[in-house]
C-alpha cells in the first residue's frame, strides 16, 4: 500500500534529505557508488521504471519493494537495499555521523 511507503519516508526523512544533498552537491565517490548500486538494481525484479509502485508520484524510477526514488536512495550512503538475506543488493557505506566528518576532512583536505 502507498500510505506505508509514505510513511517509511517521512519514518526516514533524515535518508531522503541525505539523497536529496548529494544529488545536489555532487562528489566523485558518491557518484561511482550511486553508479554501482544503480547496476545492483538494474537487475532487481523490484525495480519500477514506470513508477506504479513509488511512494510519491513523479519520483520514478524506483524500488517497487519500499517505493523510494533510486535517483535519491542510490545517493544515500546510509541507506541499504530493502531486500533481505541474499536478495539484498547492496549495503550501508557510513551513516550520517560519518559522512559529515568525511566531508569536512575533505573539505580540509580542498583548502590545503
Known sequence: MRINKIL???KN????YEGIKNKIFKRSYIEDIANYRWKQC??????????????LPGTKPCCGKCGCSL??????????????????????????????????????????
Open 71 to 112: 535517483d535519491l536512495k542510490l545517493r544515500s550512503m546510509s541507506t541499504d537495499c530493502p531486500l533481505e538475506g541474499d536478495e539484498k543488493k547492496w549495503d550501508v557505506i557510513m551513516d550520517a555521523e560519518q559522512e559529515s566528518t568525511l566531508l569536512k576532512n575533505l573539505d580540509k583536505q580542498d583548502k590545503k
Open 13 to 16: 526523512i533524515d535518508k531522503v
Open 42 to 55: 538494474k537487475t532487481c525484479p523490484h525495480l519500477d521504471i514506470k513508477g506504479t509502485e513509488c511512494a
Open 8 to 10: 517509511n519516508a517521512v
